[in-house]
């Protein structure tokens, strides 16, 4: 398989090179339960995985039908065709399109982090999933009952916390960095980083982008969507300034109490 994915202009995202027929999987990182009402289905489920030796994050996408990706756009019908609709605002093609420019510009580890390609998974595979951790539905309607399962390939990240020892200055700069490339990552929140990389793109939106389309949108409009990643990092820094105060504020307090312990502690002269 060599193809690029999506067959679209903009960038894209070639395929894993490893042996996919022979994944090992390690265990399940997304929630054990998901929210799976109709009007709110997780885009994925991403599992720890071992292939060929080496350590990978395997994120598996769920089948989302057209129509409930496609916008309300009054008089913008014509622009929002099936395939814009499906390469630009399906979570599996806005994080390969993503990830292909990351890749294009040698970014990926640096911005965010390391992705490996993109790979239709064998019936095998899926059957291995079943087996493994019972997990069968995957939201297929009846256009994807013949559809393989879509997923993405990225290095595993060993750490457990958001920042690790990342400064926030520093994944600051990367987001601007990241949206001077023309990708606008769009869901800016704690869970989506692990060690101060940033790994999740299901909702990206990446140059050229149909949600970047003045023919579509008002300008203010557009100009909302570019400045919100920095938006949403803002509120990210203030919640973690705050948790560091409040770390520091409780171990201030827990060593003064040690003192005067001691203090009382000690035998009068
Ligand atoms: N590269 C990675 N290394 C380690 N853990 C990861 C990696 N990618 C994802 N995970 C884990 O899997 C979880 C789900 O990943 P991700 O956010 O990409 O999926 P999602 O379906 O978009 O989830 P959500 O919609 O809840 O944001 C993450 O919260 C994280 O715990
Ligand atoms: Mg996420």
């Not at 990978?56 to 622009?79: C, M, Q, S």
């Not at 389309?213 to 919100?228: F, N």
Request: proline residues 5%; aromatic residues 10%.
């Amino acid at each position: 398989m060599t193809q690029l994915i999506p067959d679209i202009r903009g960038p894209k995202l070639p395929p894993f090179q490893g042996d996919v027929e022979n994944i090992e999987f390690m265990g399940l990182l997304s929630p054990k339960r998901q929210d799976n009402s109709s009007d709110n289905i997780p885009h994925s489920r991403v599992f720890q995985i071992n292939v060929g030796g080496n350590r990978y994050a395997l994120k598996i996408f769920n089948f989302f039908n057209l129509e409930d990706l496609r916008p309300f756009v009054p008089g913008g019908e014509h622009l929002l065709t099936d395939r814009i609709v499906r390469y630009h605002l399906d979570p599996f093609y806005a994080e390969c399109r993503a990830f292909g420019l990351l890749l294009q510009e040698k970014k990926d580890h640096s911005l965010a982090v390391r992705c490996h390609g993109y790979s239709f998974l064998p019936q095998t595979v899926e059957n291995r999933i079943y087996e493994q951790f019972g997990i069968d539905d995957w939201h297929r309607e009846a256009e994807d009952q013949q559809h393989p399962l879509r997923a993405i390939f990225k290095d595993y990240i060993p750490y457990k916390s958001s920042c690790g020892r990342k400064k926030l200055s520093a994944m600051r700069s990367n987001l601007k960095q990241l949206n001077e490339l023309g990708v606008y990552n769009m869901d800016i929140r704690e869970d989506n980083y692990r060690g101060g990389r940033l790994f999740d793109f299901s909702l990206a939106i990446t140059a050229p982008h149909i949600n970047l389309s003045l023919k579509l949108w008002s300008k203010r409009q557009i100009e909302e969507d570019i400045r919100y990643d920095l938006e949403c990092f803002e509120r990210f820094e203030k919640s973690e300034n705050e948790k560091q105060m409040e770390k520091r504020a409780t171990q201030s307090l827990a060593s003064e109490r040690e003192l005067r312990s001691r203090g009382k502690n000690k035998a009068p002269r």
